[in-house]
């Protein structure tokens, strides 16, 4: 399965992941400080529990964090990853 890994050390946010995704599963944060799978298409519910813990609640600044989601939609086309300006995505398998 696909796992979307976001680090959170490098992520500002832009949203070019976000509408390059041909599946749509990703989104900005509501608080639009940072990028995130739609919490629906997560298939390891704990990954979602961590963001919304350890990572959103941080509106200024970087949060020194990384968290793989397991994907099972994601195409592994790696627009994602080509997208983000600050290279904060990466998909493995």
């Given at each position: 399965?696909?796992?979307?890994?976001?680090?959170?050390?490098?992520?500002?946010?832009?949203?070019?992941?976000?509408?390059?995704?041909?599946?749509?599963?990703?989104?900005?944060?509501?608080?639009k400080r940072w990028c995130k799978?739609?919490?629906?298409?997560?298939?390891?519910?704990?990954?979602?529990?961590?963001?919304?813990?350890?990572?959103?609640?941080k509106e200024h600044g970087k949060?020194?964090?990384?968290?793989?989601?397991?994907m099972p939609e994601c195409l592994?086309?790696?627009?994602?990853?080509?997208?983000?300006?600050?290279?904060?995505?990466?998909?493995?398998?």
């Open positions: 399965m696909p796992k979307i890994i976001f680090d959170y050390s490098k992520c500002l946010g832009t949203g070019d992941c976000v509408e390059i995704c041909p599946v749509q599963i990703l989104e900005v944060s509501e608080n799978p739609v919490d629906e298409k997560v298939e390891n519910k704990e990954a979602v529990e961590e963001f919304h813990q350890k990572v959103e609640k949060v020194d964090f990384k968290i793989e989601f397991d592994m086309c790696m627009a994602c990853e080509t997208a983000c300006p600050e290279s904060a995505i990466s998909i493995e398998e």
